[in-house]
């Protein structure tokens, strides 16, 4: 609001006040300043100076975030177990399905290893993109999850280097273990039983 606006609501009631958000070269130092407060305040002519140090407002916003952390928790699992089973499913799927592309990958002169490469490939780009879509998507929503005062202490909240790290390896491992049977399954099958398997028609709704 504008400074006009504001003076439009002052009463004697309700006194004028100012908000400030001080960012100090060492947050550290912040109760510190918060214990010279009584010194500064006299020093202005009817100004009642309160200040309050970040870490209180974290430690107000950590009692706030008990009662859900049991809840973002069980979820955070639910969610895991339910994107590690759509993975699963899908890798193995699609990869039983790839045996008539394992044989002209067989005719064409190609290796196991370069085929298993192609079939790996397909599933482990699929497997960092849906992790890039999940951290994209967990670094827009935690700052309202977590912050439950509306400070301003949670603007550089995001998943954690570790966190990153850990989910893109375990992405990594779904995709890759979840394809390796068929995978083998299909670089087992004789070229000739492979070509043989008939093209399937895509599906199509009434």
């Keep these: 609001m504008a400074e006009r606006d504001t003076r439009a609501l002052a009463s004697s009631d309700v006194p004028v006040t100012s908000l400030i958000n001080l960012k100090l070269r060492d947050p550290a130092t912040a109760p510190a300043l918060t214990r010279q407060a009584p010194a500064v305040g006299p020093a202005f002519a009817d100004t009642w100076v309160n200040i309050r140090p970040w870490q209180h407002i974290a430690e107000q916003d950590s009692v706030m975030l008990k009662g859900?952390?049991?809840?973002?928790?069980?979820g955070s699992w639910l969610l895991g177990f339910l994107s590690i089973g759509g993975?699963?499913?899908?890798?193995?799927?699609?990869a039983a399905k790839q045996t008539r592309r394992v044989g002209l990958l067989k005719a064409?002169?190609?290796?196991?290893?370069?085929?298993?490469?192609?079939?790996?490939?397909?599933?482990?780009?699929?497997?960092?993109?849906a992790d890039a879509l999940g951290l994209i998507t967990a670094r827009?929503?935690?700052?309202?999850?977590?912050?439950?005062s509306a400070s301003l202490l949670t603007t550089a909240a995001g998943p954690s280097g570790d966190t990153i790290a850990l989910t893109t390896v375990i992405a990594l491992a779904v995709a890759g273990l979840?394809?390796?049977?068929?995978?083998?399954?299909?670089?087992?099958?004789?070229?000739v039983a492979a070509l043989?398997?008939?093209?399937?028609?895509?599906?199509?709704?009434?």
């Design 178 to 191: 979840t394809t390796l049977g068929p995978t083998v399954r299909a670089l087992r099958t004789e070229t």
């Design 140 to 148: 827009l929503i935690e700052p309202a999850i977590v912050n439950p």
């Design 196 to 206: 043989a398997d008939t093209a399937r028609s895509p599906r199509t709704g009434p």
């Design 68 to 74: 859900s952390q049991p809840i973002l928790v069980v």
């Design 87 to 94: 993975v699963a499913t899908l890798a193995a799927g699609r």
């Design 108 to 129: 064409a002169g190609a290796t196991p290893g370069l085929i298993a490469a192609v079939l790996f490939a397909e599933y482990l780009i699929l497997a960092l993109v």
